[in-house]
């Protein structure tokens, strides 16, 4: 009897590799985007507890307000960027990811129907052989 044997084992095998390294790659992206996301909210967090008083401020007191404002608008117009930027390889890292479970996905499809295709080939043999006994077996008993 023949022993199935997948013909594309080594692509299915380096197709997997390369899904769990899309895996890895997409898990760390969303890490990064998760950490980017706290940094923000914390940044901006910080600076909504800083009391804005304008009443009856000197000319310097609201010069000093105006630049606090605008070094904090700055900081969190940068911790936004770098969250749209998280979110940008975060979503091509899933893609990526996808794109590999599907080359898997096919290679696993194709594996089943060969393996199911040599299993029906194996029984058409047995039968093939059990049909060849009984008929020598039949012929025999004629000639006795």
Known sequence: MKRYRFRLETVLRVRRLEEETARLE???ANTRLAD???RRDAAAAHYRQIPIELGSCSTEELRR????AE???ATLGARQATVDEAARH????REAWMAAVGRVKVLE???????EEHRLELERDETRFLDDVGARLREEAHVH
């Open 36 to 38: 980017a996301c706290a």
């Open 109 to 115: 499809r194709l594996d089943e129907r060969r393996r």
């Open 65 to 68: 307000t105006r630049q606090r």
């Open 26 to 28: 997409l898990l760390t």
């Open 71 to 73: 070094l904090a608008a």
């Open 90 to 93: 975060a979503e091509a890292a």
